[in-house]
């Protein structure tokens, strides 16, 4: 008797587990955080277009040189690129797609073309949408026709968008370097070659006159022997004729 209620015992219990097993089974995983199933935004593409917010577009800045002379004109290309999810504007004329040049410690402002430019051009930029600018730089300081041409040294350039606060590019280091000085080595014909070779020429014209008079005088004397020869033989004729 003890022997079958302790089989009996065991086989309730078996039968148990076996029930609780199946019904987990049943019930399936066990549900989700509210944020992991959460539906994302729904995006209003078909609205009107917003002002592009500084973390949804990417700005990029490049140079035509890494070296320019001062005085001489460098270029930049300013690149927007909308990484966002929905179409938005911005303005892309030169006096918001602004250029800021600064000293190598990118503290003290040299120049910027939103001072030196005006206008606007509003842009729509769709999703991974670019745009790109051009924006010229003529190495000087200021905006006027006679700012100051910027010493030799190492400058920062950054690109920015005015109606877009934060959105910036990375820092473009540049060099700009020092007008070539005026030559002074006296080229050939010039200072004292020049006199050397001055002098040599006026003394191959005094030769050259030394050598006509030589000429002429030899001619001279030429003449001479010719009318001494024809007086000698005036002379003989005439004594022959005296004779006969």
Excluded at 53 to 72: H, I, K, M, N, Y
Excluded at 169 to 189: D, I, M, N, Q, W
Aim: charged fraction near 25%.
């Amino acid at each position: 008797m003890v022997l079958l209620c302790g089989v009996g015992v065991a086989g309730g219990y078996g039968l148990g587990q076996a029930v609780d097993g199946a019904r987990n089974l049943l019930a399936g995983p066990e549900s989700l955080p509210a944020d992991k199933v959460a539906a994302p935004e729904p995006l209003n593409v078909g609205g009107p277009a917003t002002t592009c917010r500084a973390d949804a577009v990417e700005l990029r800045l490049s140079s035509s040189a890494p070296t320019v002379t001062a005085g001489s004109p460098m270029s930049f290309m300013v690149r927007v690129t909308n990484v966002g999810r929905v179409p938005c504007l911005f303005d892309g004329a030169a006096a918001s797609r602004a250029v800021t040049i600064t000293d190598d410690t990118g503290k003290e402002k040299v120049w910027s073309s939103a001072e030196c430019s005006d206008g606007s051009r509003p842009l729509l930029l769709g999703p991974e949408g670019v745009d790109a600018g051009e924006v010229r730089w003529t190495s000087v300081q200021g905006c006027g026709k006679k700012a100051p041409v910027v010493g030799a040294g190492t400058y920062e350039a950054t690109a920015s968008l005015e109606d877009v606060p934060g959105a910036t590019s990375e820092p473009l280091t540049f060099t700009v370097a020092a007008k070539a000085k005026a030559r002074t080595t006296p080229e050939p014909g010039d200072g004292a070659e020049g006199a050397t070779s001055g002098a040599t020429g006026k003394d191959a014209a005094d030769d050259a006159k030394s050598d006509d008079a030589k000429s002429d005088d030899a001619k001279s004397d030429d003449a001479e022997d010719a009318a001494d020869r024809a007086a000698d033989r005036t002379t003989t004729s005439d004594e022959k004729a005296a004779t006969d």
